[in-house]
């Protein structure tokens, strides 16, 4: 069984715009229905779906609605000026009433239980940190909130958040500096359980502090951006099929690109190790593993890669395709 933690076999799904919201500045609120109001599938606390926008840009958002609504999906989008386009595509031309495909729902960021939760969020990382707040509320379970952003006025579903009182603290940086996080961290108790998503630099950071104090397995993550990964020592190497043939991966291209070539249709949409949609399971081989989706414990278990980016450890792999 792959790491991917998929609610179905992959869909492929005609939704429509029905809303729009400025949720702060930079950020805009989009709500989306089946174009046949049929049923959406369904979708678990820390999952994502692809929007495929126009030109045949795919980008990967989370879902930050109600998971038992199978009526919508929401996501919120943040502007990114400097980004490769498709979030300003997105705030350019999806307004209501625009049909696009989505595609998912796939989760590799996946709510595991534990006796008490802590939440740090930095910007739009706060996404996925919603609908896992919703559950755990409704299961009556202990749990923080860490909010992070530049100013108070970026922070989308701030006054949303701010309802739940005592549990959440807003922690807007013109304010009150970078987040605190051992105050915010300051309880590493067998049992209990971090997830962060947001900027890189606030990721190292709770994952430096986890790794000094908190039990191993203690901290989840997700990654919005690509690890980066010297690429000057990559050697050629060996892809073994199911069927004994061979092929052979130069050492400036990926696996995925050499088995498209050799006419394997792979699901694939951000190609930098991010989304996980390129997850191929291994049947033989260690993989040198550079995607930020699955788990360092993940990485060593080594059952599968991310064949856009990761490569080979060893002379050959053997992959299950």
């Known amino acids: 069984m792959t790491k991917t933690d998929l609610t179905l076999e992959e869909t492929h799904v005609r939704v429509r715009v029905s809303e729009r919201e400025e949720l702060a500045e930079g950020v805009v609120g989009l709500t ?9 599938p369904p979708w678990r606390p820390g999952a994502h779906i692809d929007l495929v926008l126009g030109d045949g840009v795919v980008r990967q958002y989370s879902l930050c609605g109600d998971p038992e ?6 996501v919120g989008v943040l502007l990114e000026p400097e980004g490769r386009g498709g979030s300003r595509w997105v705030h350019e031309k999806l307004y209501p009433g625009v049909e696009l495909e989505v595609r998912g729902p796939r989760n590799h960021f996946r ?5 008490r939760y802590v939440f740090v969020a930095g910007g739009i990382g706060i996404t996925p940190i919603l609908a896992m707040i919703g559950e755990v509320e409704r299961a009556g379970q202990p749990w923080t ?3 992070g952003g530049r100013t108070r006025s970026t922070m989308a579903y ?3 958040l701010g309802a739940h009182g005592p549990h959440v603290r807003l922690h807007p940086q013109d304010e009150h500096g970078l987040i605190d996080l051992p105050t915010a961290l300051a309880d590493p108790a067998p049992g209990a359980a971090v997830y962060t998503c947001g900027p890189e630099p606030l990721l190292r950071a709770v994952e430096e502090h986890c790794a000094a104090h908190w039990p191993a397995g203690s901290l989840h993550l997700e990654r919005f951006t690509a690890k980066e990964v010297d690429t000057s020592g990559d050697t050629p190497f060996e892809i073994e099929l199911p069927d004994g043939r061979v092929l052979q991966v130069p050492a400036d291209r990926s696996a995925l690109e050499v088995l498209e070539d050799a006419g394997f249709d792979i699901l694939s949409s ?3 190790g991010t989304c996980g949609t390129c997850e191929v399971e291994i049947a033989e081989g260690e993989a040198d593993h550079r995607d930020t989706v699955l788990t360092p414990d993940e990485h060593a278990e080594n059952t599968c890669m991310m064949v856009c980016v990761s490569r080979a450890a060893c002379p050959r792999l053997k992959l299950d395709l």
Not at 69 to 74: G, I, K, L, P, S
Not at 111 to 115: M, N
């Open 270 to 272: 951000c190609r930098e």
């Open 111 to 115: 709510l595991d239980p534990a006796d």
């Open 32 to 40: 989306l229905v089946a174009e046949d109001g049929a049923p959406l």
């Open 145 to 147: 909130l860490v909010y």
């Open 69 to 74: 609504d199978r009526t919508t999906y929401q």
């Open 158 to 160: 701030a006054e949303r």
